[in-house]
């Protein structure tokens, strides 16, 4: 009897299989890797991994991508492709004597003249002299190492045992894949989804790009009795509990989301920026957090465009202390459409920056001696204080005079846009350097 095609996940059945109910995700699981659906960027005609079975040359994989993609399913046909022997391991249940027992079955099956495909579910999991273990293995070609992994290699996995292999990224699923997965099930369990099309829209919305529970969801709506009548979003929802959504506060996602909401900021997007407010908010991450991010956006992204969005951002924070969640998240709203839609400047970080470099270079050059204060009379005999010119004595209330130390040449770092408030301290400062010019013309 043919094995039906599969999916998602675990190692080949057991050909002594017990017969009994098998879920739908596992009744579905591809028999081929062209069987694999939404991966074409490595497994279409012109796919990465493609290229490597046809060329003969499978070098060790790091498959990263988020739940449910088909990373193990890719992991076991790729063994089948290059006829190595399938040799599943899980970070989550495995150590060290459970490692050493899979390097040696893979060395005796070396000496026997059969090749080992190593599949590593969760690696990331496995710590830093665990990983260091698959080294020598990797390297001399005793196994072919196949890894998978939520979490960015980058941050996840030692840089040894990167460089040692390749990474290749699995999509999450989109919303054609998830159509297609949803047709392969009613095609083969002969029967449509109780479902409008509202509502079938809805049940992939639910999965979040996971087909494998995409498909725990289907097997659901296809117990239901066939005389059942289509259901609306509606009658889903109150059928089927909605996945949550993935957000960890310390992990990439968390990274992920903060990065888009300041970059959404930045491009004056207060729509995209409230999504990903709202997407952070229901992550379960510390409004805190995000408060504290939005005060630095201000300063740094904002700057003098707009000199009001530091203490807005400020007030918005305090608002939140007062009145916690979920009514103090209102105030955070508002400013994140304040500073989406306010002027930008970054010339005062810029500023700064360069303000910075230049005191490390410069060490300890002394301010010039007219601006020292003189509170002593040997201080003052010494020309401490002397000739400083009081600004507010002078007709244009500005003196014009010099404050940069001995040695030093004149430095601008502060170069204003001509955006928002900035505009108009942009023409304040170059009227001032008229008047400084004038006035040392005169001197």
Not at 239 to 247: D, M, S
Not at 340 to 358: G, I
Not at 380 to 403: L, P
Request: hydrophobic share 45%; glycine share 8%.
């Amino acid at each position: 009897m043919a094995r039906a095609p599969d999916l998602f996940g675990d190692p080949d059945p057991e050909p002594t299989r017990k017969p009994g109910p098998r879920p739908l995700a596992d009744r579905l699981r591809p028999e081929a890797l062209d069987q694999v659906i939404g991966q074409d960027q490595l497994l279409g005609p012109a796919g990465a991994l493609s290229g490597m079975l046809a060329r003969g040359s499978l070098p060790s994989l790091i498959l990263w991508g988020p739940p449910g993609v088909g990373k193990t399913t890719i992991a076991r046909l790729l063994a089948r492709a290059a006829d190595l022997s399938f040799q599943p391991l899980s970070a989550v249940f495995s150590g060290v004597a459970d490692l050493k027992r899979a390097f040696d079955e893979a060395r005796a099956r070396r000496t026997a003249g059969r090749f080992t495909l190593l599949f590593v579910d969760e690696i990331h999991r496995f710590n830093r002299a665990q990983q260091d273990g698959f080294l020598q293995v990797v390297e001399d070609g005793t196994v072919t190492l196949v890894g998978a992994t939520t979490e960015n290699p980058s941050f996840a996995l030692n840089g040894a045992l990167l460089s040692r292999c390749q990474v290749l990224v699995l999509k999450r699923l989109d919303d054609a894949a998830l159509e297609a997965l949803l047709a392969r099930a009613e095609a083969t369990e002969a029967r449509a989804l109780p479902l409008d099309p509202a509502a079938r829209a809805a049940l992939r919305a639910m999965a979040d790009g996971d087909g494998r529970y995409l498909l725990n969801l289907a097997e659901q709506l296809l117990a239901l009795p066939e005389a059942t009548p289509p259901l609306d979003p509606a009658g889903l929802a109150a059928l089927l509990a909605k996945r949550a959504a993935l957000y960890d506060k310390d992990r990439e996602e968390h990274f992920n989301l903060i990065s888009a909401l300041h970059k959404s900021l930045r491009g004056s997007d207060p729509d995209a920026a409230l999504y990903w407010f709202a997407r952070m908010l229901t992550g379960g991450e510390d409004p805190r957090y995000i408060a504290r991010r939005l005060a630095r956006f201000a300063a740094e992204d904002v700057g003098m465009a707009d000199p009001r969005a530091l203490p807005l951002a400020i007030a918005a924070w305090e608002t939140y202390e007062r009145l916690g969640s979920p009514e103090g998240e209102l105030a955070l709203a508002q400013l994140v459409v304040h500073l989406a839609t306010a002027p930008k400047s970054n010339a005062v970080y810029v500023a700064f920056k360069e303000a910075m470099a230049a005191a490390k270079q410069t060490g300890s050059l002394m301010p010039p001696a007219h601006i020292l204060n003189a509170p002593t009379k040997l201080m003052q005999e010494i020309g401490r204080g002397a000739g400083y010119a009081y600004d507010h004595d002078e007709a244009e209330g500005f003196s014009g005079a010099d404050y940069w130390p001995d040695g030093m040449a004149r430095s601008t770092f502060y170069r204003p846009t001509d955006r928002g408030a900035e505009a108009a301290v942009a023409a304040r400062l170059d009227e001032l350097q008229k008047l400084r010019r004038a006035k040392r013309g005169r001197r």
